[in-house]
């Protein structure tokens, strides 16, 4: 009985759709009838070409995507500091920040999360997310950061050997951007977006490595370094296809008013995955 109930309900459901199938009013993209089906979902639409003195047959046209994802993804960029004039020769109480630049001073973010709203369709429109990033910056110069009584300095110390001195500091990040994609499809589009990032400081910290008395050592010190807890940065993302270069520039100072040097961190990057 329950065989004969479940075999019922079978037939029931595939004569039901053959004849919604059926009911719809379709055109035909072949010059042979008019009698086409087309089933569309998401970006994929399903033509049943009917035959007339042959079988049927099926053709599968998938819509090309008008935009690709231009933040989410993951990111890495060469990171640094600039002085009140834009140099990166920084000025004389700045100079313990002096960054050896390349692939020792690295930024490293996994935005999470995007979402576009279109202003007209996928050609313009308004671009938000949530990533977190990771700024490393390779010290030049064997000097400790230090953080003491409200102000942060460095100091040098002659009896350590530094073979390793890095800055470092974990953020999450948040852009608000205007976005324009000029192309037919995402894969052949030229693609802009400009506008601010809020940087919200979740961590930092230094770490050396280095020899004393003939003795290797390993030091880390977790601290805020009076580090402003957010921070306001222009950038810009551009690219072609699924190609993106980015740039920022922090237009907060990295330390708090008067508790640390005027200097203002920078990237510059490219998009390595986009999810």
């Known amino acids: ?36 089906i087309k089933i569309s979902f998401g970006n994929t639409k399903v033509i049943i070409i009917r035959g007339e003195d042959s079988a049927d047959t099926i053709k599968v046209e998938k819509k090309k995507s008008q935009r690709y994802n231009h933040f989410a993804g993951i990111d890495m960029g060469i990171n640094g500091f600039v002085s009140p004039s834009n140099s990166i020769d920084l000025q004389k109480d700045a100079e313990f920040l002096d960054v050896d630049y390349g692939t020792k001073s690295l930024e490293i973010a996994i935005n999470i999360w995007e979402k576009y709203m279109p202003i007209t369709k996928e050609k313009f429109g308004l671009m938000t997310g949530l990533g977190i990033k990771y700024n490393g910056y390779s010290l030049k110069n064997d000097v400790l950061v230090v953080n003491q009584s409200d102000s942060t300095f460095g100091v040098e110390d002659p009896t350590k050997n530094l073979s390793k001195n890095k800055f470092k500091t974990t953020s999450l990040q948040v852009p608000f951007m205007l976005e324009t994609n000029l192309g037919k499809d995402a894969e052949h589009s030229f693609h802009l977006a400009v506008g601010a990032m809020v940087n919200w400081r979740i961590g930092s910290k230094t770490k050396q490595k280095y020899k004393q008395d003939g003795e290797r050592f390993k030091k880390k010190d977790k601290n805020d370094f009076n580090i402003n807890p957010f921070q306001f940065a222009a950038v810009a993302r551009l690219g072609y296809g699924d190609f993106t270069l980015y740039a920022s520039y922090s237009l907060t100072p990295l330390f708090e008013k008067d508790k640390g040097p005027e200097v203002y961190p920078f990237t510059v990057g490219l998009s390595l995955v986009s999810f």
């Open 1 to 36: 009985m329950k065989n004969s109930i479940k075999k019922l309900s079978v037939f029931v459901f595939l004569f039901s759709l053959g004849l919604g199938l059926n009911a719809q009013e379709v055109n035909s993209d072949s010059t042979k009838s008019d009698n086409n």
